[in-house]
């Protein structure tokens, strides 16, 4: 946060050129969309990046199998998932998120901002509940990933947002808009969506953090009326957390698990009307559930799992006053 700060005045000419070659640009359709988006995330990371200047040295004390060892790794740089490539495959492979310090949980694609202790967590561990619900905020993440990818361009999606994980509800989900007042999704199609974050899955699909200024995220986020709506309330002390997975990117505050590989077993089995928004749109809750890859289940224990997300997830709504449930779509989500 501080390092974002002292690179407000460069950012602002950044922004000044962001803005110029915005109104060079005809947003005409959802992949035009996408793109445009991706261009404003690469330009920023790319920013960010050779702001980082003189390269300091910092420790990094490693706590964990095979033993602990002290890494020199880069400030501002290095990543926890660097630090795994360090130590084995296995690490790399099977890592979820890190723990800083033993309190912070952080991204495995994040880099250090000082030195500190790691830990790196996978959904073995003996307290894997920070790991369960990166997991479950990642799922969900994907999930409007997938639901941005396939719909046709003829079917007008706007993602709304995704409540913060709670697995003791028994699904994931994201809530969205669609011009039909009547468009509830059938199971060939819920399959057709589960196959989709599957796909994701194969591509092993790195989760990348990036915090920008909220004109940034305004501007990248302006042609998601809803997503726009919500930056105020989001934006702390005039940033933005957001996400990239592939092409597609969204807002949270993370953590994130490392990658899409992390997903195995998934089913995206119900989506339930909300309400109508106006005489053509109407929201939409879909749900899934989903285990990590390392995980096995055998398939009568996981149909119980998948038939607890034919019940509607209780999660707040979009249609509910955002401080009912504290704020929960402007905190962890």
Not at 10 to 36: A, E, G
Not at 57 to 67: C, M, N, Q
Not at 303 to 321: D, F, G, Q
Request: charge should be positive; glycine fraction near 4%; include cysteine.
């Amino acid at each position: 946060m501080n390092s974002l700060r002292r690179s407000l005045p460069r950012l602002t000419s950044n922004l000044q050129n962001i803005c110029k070659f915005s109104q060079q640009r005809w947003i005409s359709n959802r992949d035009d969309v996408r793109k445009y988006q991706n261009e404003l995330f690469d330009l920023e990371k790319k920013r960010q990046h050779d702001a980082v200047g003189r390269i300091e040295k910092i420790e990094v004390r490693y706590l964990g199998l095979p033993e602990d060892t002290t890494l020199i790794m880069n400030k501002n740089l290095s990543t926890p998932y660097n630090c795994a490539q360090h130590l084995s495959d296995i690490h790399c492979n099977r890592s979820a998120i890190a723990l800083i310090d033993g309190v912070v949980p952080w991204d495995m694609h994040r880099p250090f901002e000082d030195s500190c202790t790691l830990q790196l967590l996978n959904f073995t561990v003996a307290e894997p509940y920070l790991a369960n619900r990166a997991f479950w905020r990642s799922c969900s993440f994907m999930l409007g990933a997938a639901l941005s990818n396939v719909f046709k361009d003829t079917v007008d999606v706007q993602l709304h947002s995704f409540p913060s994980p709670n697995v003791k509800s028994g699904s994931f989900v994201y809530d969205i808009s669609l011009n039909h007042q009547d468009c509830t999704p059938n199971k060939e199609e819920l399959r057709t969506i589960s196959a989709e974050m599957v796909k994701m899955a194969a591509k092993d699909l790195k989760f990348e953090r990036l915090e920008v200024v909220h004109d940034l995220a305004f501007e990248i986020f302006k042609n998601c009326p809803f997503k726009r709506e919500q930056l105020p309330s989001i934006s702390r002390d005039g940033s933005v957390i957001i996400y990239r997975v592939g092409d597609h990117i969204d807002i949270s505050r993370g953590p994130m698990m490392g990658s899409t590989a992390l997903l195995g077993r998934c089913t995206i089995g119900a989506a339930f009307k909300i309400a109508d928004i106006n005489s053509t749109d109407s929201f939409y809750r879909v749900q899934g559930v989903a285990l990590p890859k390392e995980i096995v289940m055998n398939h009568y224990a996981f149909s119980i799992l998948e038939n607890r997300i034919k019940e509607m997830n209780p999660a707040r709504l979009p249609t509910e006053p955002a401080d009912k449930y504290e704020r929960r779509y402007g905190k962890l989500a």
